[in-house]
C-alpha cells in the first residue's frame, strides 16, 4: 500500500437539491477491487432513522491517504462511518467499500479499524486487558499479539500505562487508547470519527501528529471526521464536506476555501467610532452592506473580500479615527460555510 | 473464516463477558439471593420433620422453581441489551467474526456464569438445612440432583433472556412477566397449562433424579422428552437470538 497521499481530487460543488453529480457524471461504476480502486465509493447513499434522514444521497469517492470528512454535527458523518463498518444498513444507494459491500460482511472487518466519536472502553479493565480482548476477537495468536500490542502502544505512546486500569485515563490516553485498538490487526482503512473531540490542545496536536504519521510512516489510509475546519486541514489538504447528509463539496482544501471567499462574508466590528467607519467601508468596492447591531460600538459588516477587507483596515482606522476593540468573522463557523456552499 | 478464528473469538467474548458479569455489582443481588435462601432453608432445617422431604421440597420450590428465573432474568436480559445500550458492543461488531458466532460466546458466558451462581445458591442452602438436619448420602444425592437441574436450567433460561435481551429494548417488563407471572403463577396452577412452563420440563427430569419430597412425585412428561423439549427450546431460542443480532442495526 502506498504511504502517500494521493493527489487532490478535483473541487466538486453542489448548489442545488439534487444529489451531487460526480465528476464523470451519474452514478459511479461498480469498483472492482483492482489496485488503484478507489477505497470507498458511494452513490447516492442514503440513511434515515425514522423521520430522521442521516444521509441524503451521498456521493463521494475516496482514495487512498489522509481524507478529511468534514461537516457540523448531525451532518452525516458518523451515519457515513457506520454504514462503511456495517453496523447500519443503507436505505438506499450504493457503497462500496474497498470493491466490496459492507453490511453483512463482517470478513471485512479485518481490513478497517474503527475509532468512533463515543465512549464504550470497559473502564475496569486494563490497557493491556482491552488490547487483548481485541486481539482475541481478531484471532491473533499470542506471541504475534504480544508483539503487536507492544508496537501499537509504542505508536499511540501509551507503553507505560497498559498495566493502569482505563477507568482512570485522560480523554487523550482513552483516544490514544481506542486508536490502539483500531490499529491493532493491522488495517488497510482506519475510521477515525471525531478524534480530537473533547481533548485539550495539547492533545490535540498529539493527535493530529499521530494521524499524520500512521498515514506516512505506517501507510494507513486514514478518514478522518471533524467538525472543525481548520484541525483538518493540520492533518489533510483532502476533505470531504457533508452538510445535511450530502457532499456539498470534495477535493483539495485550497480550492474549496477559494470557492467559500467568493461568497459575502460576515464580520463583526466593536470600537469606538464606528459610525466613522461604516462611513468608509460603504465606499468600498467590496462591501455588501454595513449595519448596527444592538448598539453603535458594534457593526456587522458583509464583505465579498474578506482578504482585502482585513488588508484595508488598518488604514480605514487610521483615516476614522476609530478604535477597534474586537473584530470577528462570523463565517468562521462551518455552518456558514456550508450554508454559502449550498446557497442558502 | 477458520474454526480457529471461530474459537479464537468465542473465548475472547467469554472471558470478557464471564467477566463483566461476575465483576458486575449485580452480585450483590446474588449475596442478597443467597442469603435469603439461606435464611428460610436455615430456619426451616431448626423445626423437626423428614429432613430429605423437607430439604429437597424447599431447594425445588425456593432455588428451583423461585430463584433460578429471577437470577437469570436479571443476568440474561441485560447482558447485550446494557452494551447496545452503552455501546460497548462496538469493539465485538467492529471484529471480523460473524455476529452469531459472537453471540454464541455470550450464550456461554451467561450459561457457565449462571450456572456457578447457581450452584453457589444450591449449596448455601443446602448447609444452611442439611447442616442442622446431619449430612448423609442421600442429602448429597439431593443436592447433587439440584445441581444438575439447576445446571439444566441455567442453560435454558440463558437462551431464552438473552434472547430477549436482544430483541426488547426493555426486557426487563418481558422477564417480570415470565420469571413472577408465567413460571411462578401459571406453573404452579394444577392442571395443563403448568406443563407449558420451562420450570414443568426441568422438574419433569428432576423426578427421575431425586426420591424425596414432591418432586419424587411430580405428574410428569417423560424424562427423555422433557430433555428433548428444554433443548428445542434452548436451541430455538440460540438461533433465533443470533439471527436477530446478526441482522440488527446498531446505530
Redesign the interface.
Known sequence: MSSQAPPPLPPEISNDIPPLPMSHGGPPPIPTAAHNSPIIQASFLSKWYGNVIGLNGLNVTISEGITGIVGPNGAGKSTFFKLIIGTIKSNAGDLFVMGQRPWGNSRQLADIGFCPDYEFLPLDMTGQQYLEFLGGLHAMDKSSLDKRISEVTGIVKMTKDMNRKMGGYSKGMKQRLKIAGALLHSPKLLLLDEPLSGLDPLARRDIILLIKRLNKDYGHTIIVSSHVLHEIERMTHNIVLIYKGRAVASGEISQIRNLISQHPHNIIVEGYKMNELAKALVDKDYTVSVGYNENRFSLSVRVTRPDDFFNDMPELLEQTGSKIERMYSEDDNLESVFKYLVGW | ??L??YV??I???F??STR?IL?NKRWVITLLMALLVAGIMGYAGSFEGDALDGGSALMDMLILSFIMPIIAMIYGASLIRNEIE???I??????????SISYLGYYLSLAVSLSLIMIFINLVGWLAFFAQKGINGDALGILGAMIGLSVIGSLVYSALFQLTGTVFKRPIYFGLFFAFIWEGFIGSIPGAIGSYTIKHFIRSIGAGWIDYGELANYNAASAASAFLTLIAITMACLVMGAFIF??K???
Open positions: 473464516m477458520s480457529n478464528a479464537s473469538g473465548l475472547a467474548i472471558k470478557y463483566k465483576l452503552d455501546k460497548s462496538t469493539q465485538v461488531i467492529t471484529a471480523p467474526l460473524d455476529r446478526r441482522e442495526e446498531y446505530p
